[in-house]
């Protein structure tokens, strides 16, 4: 049999949660399934009309001018900035605490030494104050564009909510990348302003933020006016007269009941631009419209998340990513949840950060990641054991396929083997999840790893290479029909729009993952279509053979790339992070190779196992296999902006040097 026939990556029993009287059988749900997809216009208004619109649409959805662009509630007008603050603010929600936000220092007991919390109505009197400085001295109108480039602290989700207010498209840019990324973002984008602070804190480090974004100005004149605000204090943060201005400066003889009316935007105007990498050519700059955007998003937060008044809510991504965007900030708001906020790194002081914050909080809904679940385990069980967690009643994943054994070590230690866990798939260009379990709307069976089904009103597939439906076998992720939520263009390149997305299977669009729908119907997505190795002619998924190892219990993390080979065409080399209280040896290098063999079969068995401390990792924790693969085939690393520690690279390449010597490898 071949890989392409293997029915799943792996043979994983479903649980039945009896958690909430919403429980449904998979048949129920794919009855109730197939008839929100039957008329998705008339579904999605359905879900449209929970929000509050200044104007009501003429059409759900239009094809503007041709598939694939289209305008989801033509002719609606609304306001992000409205729905996610004055709406709550006009309620009993006026003084509840929207952010929660806990600076990464500590003192000498472990405890946070900087702790924020900010009601509905100080983020409105705050946001109001920001639109009225950007409106009056700025000079920002409805259309304009900005940067914005800061660290997690609450000043970031207000100056997004301020533009918001404006009408003003903003586009965040990580603050891990360089001044060269950041100067490709900021021009492609054409921002007249960008929003800064002097640094934040990393690891019990201050990184500097002004110094990057003075090297990027240098060749990104568009930049008109610099806005800084004080995060660390830093006494010589280089300011450039008439251009540069400290953001208590901008608001100092602001009144703080300032108010601006929000701008009734039209559905499709873009509320947002963010930059994703592509496998080739500079980034693409994702534009997101606010009505169908925001009806996804009270959609899922309702469904996925099934977000309830008394609910605390931690999200652990970075504002940065889409995730942020999307879970942090608009999704959660929009529905008047209480949101946790962290700035630092997830082990500083100690492994057991999150921990802390989940028990200080009272957590009730997490949102996490793989890679994140996979570290903690290398920690070991006593970080997470010492820590009261019986807060959390909901969680889920999301960044990269789950493996299902680190999928159980989250269920026994944060949801103590009854918690709904889902596994969402979606990504920077969908807006929102599209696939997951939905206990919020009818939960069905788990199983370890899997992604779930499709939500309710999102017509997703697993297709081969002639687009045809298949079951049981790998395949193309593609969504057969529109979706709100979905982009709008790549800013400034349709055309690129439409090749990237539309193209290889015309009149849907093509996620570029791999995904095997299995016999229940469950998607099990297994990363990027371009994270494949062609072994004697069988495609094998990074996915696959990474979890066969973290599977071993020796093993916390992997990184699995294919190597050239004269024989077999491409090879499998792994490496490979072991839990705490293994010892890299022969013995062991070997024992995993068989352990492969045995999970995933013969073709799947890594050529080498290289054993390092720590893999090279994005600051939103996703492994860069690009560059581990550069280290094996000894070439230029190319653009490593998004890198959070270079000693990682520097480990690989020495660890993968000396295996070579050993064995006698050229």
Not at 24 to 37: A, F, V
Not at 135 to 154: A, H, S
Request: aromatic share 12%; hydrophobic share 40%.
């Amino acid at each position: 049999m071949s890989i392409e026939e293997k029915d799943l990556p792996f043979d994983e029993k479903i649980i039945i949660n009896k958690w909430s009287h919403k429980n449904m059988t998979i048949e129920d749900y794919k009855k109730l399934h197939e008839k929100t997809i039957a008329n998705i216009e008339e579904f999605w208004s359905s879900i449209a009309k929970e929000l509050d619109w200044f104007k009501p649409w003429d059409k759900p959805l239009v094809a503007d001018p041709q598939p694939p662009f289209y305008k989801w509630f033509a002719g609606g007008k609304l306001n992000a900035s409205y729905l996610t603050l004055d709406k709550h603010v006009a309620s009993w929600r006026k003084n509840k605490v929207a952010y929660i936000w806990e600076g990464e220092p500590v003192d000498s007991k472990g405890n946070p030494t900087e702790v924020r919390r900010l009601t509905y109505y100080d983020l409105y009197r705050e946001v109001n104050r920001l639109a009225y400085a950007m409106k009056t001295k700025l000079g920002l109108r409805k259309g304009d564009t900005i940067t914005i480039y800061m660290p997690m602290i609450p000043e970031l989700p207000i100056v997004m909510l301020a533009a918001a207010r404006l009408g003003v498209i903003f586009s965040v840019v990580f603050s891990g990348f360089s001044a060269t990324a950041l100067a490709d973002r900021i021009n492609d984008a054409k921002s007249r302003v960008i929003f800064t602070a002097d640094g934040f804190w990393r690891r019990g480090k201050q990184v500097r933020l002004k110094e990057v974004v003075d090297e990027a100005i240098k060749s990104a004149p568009s930049i008109e006016k610099v806005v800084v605000y004080r995060r660390l204090g830093i006494n010589d943060v280089p300011m450039t007269q008439g251009r540069d201005q400290w953001w208590s400066d901008l608001l100092s003889d602001v009144p703080v009941n300032a108010y601006i009316e929000p701008e009734h935007v039209e559905s499709e105007h873009p509320l947002y631009i963010l930059y994703t990498s592509g496998t080739t050519g500079k980034p693409k700059g994702i534009v997101h419209d606010t009505g169908g955007y925001l009806t996804e998003l009270h959609a899922t937060m309702k469904w996925v998340f099934d977000i309830k008044d008394d609910d605390v809510y931690w999200c652990v991504a970075d504002i940065g990513w889409v995730t942020g965007h999307s879970y942090i900030v608009f999704g959660p708001l929009l529905e008047g949840a209480t949101i946790v906020m962290y700035e630092g790194a997830p082990d500083y002081p100690a492994p057991d950060r999150w921990w802390q914050i989940i028990e200080r909080y009272g957590v009730n809904v997490y949102y996490t990641t793989p890679t994140a679940i996979r570290t903690f385990m290398k920690f070991g069980d006593e970080w997470i054991s010492k820590h009261d967690l019986s807060t959390v009643r909901l969680m889920h994943s999301v960044g990269e396929p789950i493996n299902p054994e680190a999928w159980r070590w989250a269920w026994k230690w944060i949801g103590r083997n009854e918690i709904p866990f889902g596994s969402t798939w979606w990504m920077t260009e969908t807006g929102g999840i599209l696939v997951s379990h939905v206990p919020g709307w009818g939960l069905i069976p788990l199983k370890p790893g899997t992604n779930g089904m499709p939500i309710p009103g999102v017509d997703a597939d697993v297709v081969d290479d002639e687009g045809k439906s298949i079951q049981g076998k790998r395949g193309y992720l593609i969504i057969k029909k529109p979706w709100p939520g979905m982009p709008l263009t790549i800013w400034g390149d349709p055309s690129r729009f439409v090749n990237v997305y539309f193209s290889k299977f015309p009149g849907v669009f093509y996620a570029g993952d791999w995904a095997i729908k299995d016999d229940d119907g469950y998607i099990w997505v297994l990363g990027r279509a371009d994270e494949v190795i062609k072994v004697a002619g069988h495609r094998l998924g990074t996915y696959e053979i990474e979890s066969a190892l973290i599977s071993h219990k020796a093993v916390a993390e992997a990184a699995v790339v294919g190597v050239p080979d004269q024989v077999k065409g491409e090879v499998p080399v792994a490496f490979v992070v072991l839990r705490s209280g293994n010892a890299p040896s022969d013995e062991l290098r070997k024992e995993l190779r068989v352990w492969v063999r045995q999970v995933v079969g013969p073709i799947a068995e890594p050529s080498n196992i290289i054993f390092v401390s720590k893999l090279p990792k994005t600051r939103s924790g996703k492994i860069m296999r690009r560059l581990v693969r550069q280290v094996v085939m000894n070439q230029p690393l190319g653009d490593a902006t998004t890198l959070e520690d270079e000693t990682s690279i520097d480990e690989a390449k020495k660890a993968y040097d000396e295996l070579r010597k050993e064995i006698g490898s050229t």
